[in-house]
T-cell receptor, first 110, second 111 residues
Framework: SQQGEEDPQALSIQEGENATMNCSYK?????LQWYRQNSGRGLVHLIL?????REKHSGRLRVTLDTSKKSSSLLITASRAADTASYFCATENTGNQFYFGTGTSLTVIP | SQTIHQWPATLVQPVGSPLSLECTVEGTSNPNLYWYRQAAGRGLQLLFY??????ISSEVPQNLSASRPQDRQFILSSKKLLLSDSGFYLC??????????FGSGTRLTVV
């Protein structure tokens, strides 16, 4: 399967702490993206990192990509209760097809 | 600006009934269009994608079909729904490598 796999499946932290989620994939990619999904709603694109990039920042988000290990991590710093959601990584391969992982369910406790 | 419309938001259908979910995109031309399904507690599964009118690629064999009668319209259909077709269906579009824009989703319950 080309699908990515997120780790952990579920994460519960206190507000103000940092949350780290990891994603592994199997094939060569053009880019990797992270999405957030609030319960029962559509996906929201958070950040895209290209295969030739190693790290990218957007506000409280930090994404790293290690193509040699075929893995990526998403760090959310100073978490807030509003960050509670499911987070998905998605890989785009050379055929412009996207494949999503199973997601990490993040709960931020106020 | 680009927007994507997906309807209905929720749908309850009996087993064996037909299905038609519609997705339309505004503000862009010749987008790549996608249908995804998310089963409860699981990740997204790519069902169909389309790079142009009448061009449909299916990722998994299933009870569903897709059509793209117009550049910015993508339809997901079934002639006879199965219980296993229940799930959350998301339509999405993309252009280039700028990520997806997703619709708000349709929660389908087959009873």
């Amino acid at each position: 399967s080309q699908q990515g796999e997120e780790d952990p499946q579920a994460l519960s932290i206190q507000e103000g702490e940092n949350a780290t989620m990891n994603c592994s994939y199997k094939t060569s990619i053009n880019n990797l993206q992270w999405y957030r999904q609030n319960s029962g709603r559509g996906l929201v694109h958070l950040i895209l990192i290209r295969s030739n990039e190693r790290e990218k920042h957007s506000g409280r988000l930090r994404v790293t990509l290690d193509t040699s290990k075929k893995s990526s991590s998403l760090l959310i710093t100073a978490s807030r209760a509003a960050d509670t959601a499911s987070y998905f990584c998605a890989t785009e391969n050379t055929g412009n097809q996207f494949y999503f992982g199973t997601g990490t369910s993040l709960t931020v406790i106020p | 600006s680009q927007t994507i419309h997906q309807w209905p938001a929720t749908l309850v259908q009996p087993v064996g009934s037909p299905l038609s979910l519609e997705c339309t995109v505004e503000g862009t031309s010749n987008p790549n269009l996608y249908w995804y399904r998310q089963a409860a507690g699981r990740g997204l599964q790519l069902l169909f994608y389309s790079v142009g009118i009448g061009q449909i690629s299916s990722e998994v064999p299933q009870n569903l079909s897709a059509s793209r009668p117009q550049d910015r319209q993508f339809i997901l259909s079934s002639k006879k729904l199965l219980l296993s077709d229940s799930g959350f269906y998301l339509c999405a579009w993309s252009q280039g490598t700028y990520g997806y824009t997703f619709g708000s989703g349709t929660r389908l319950t087959v009873v």
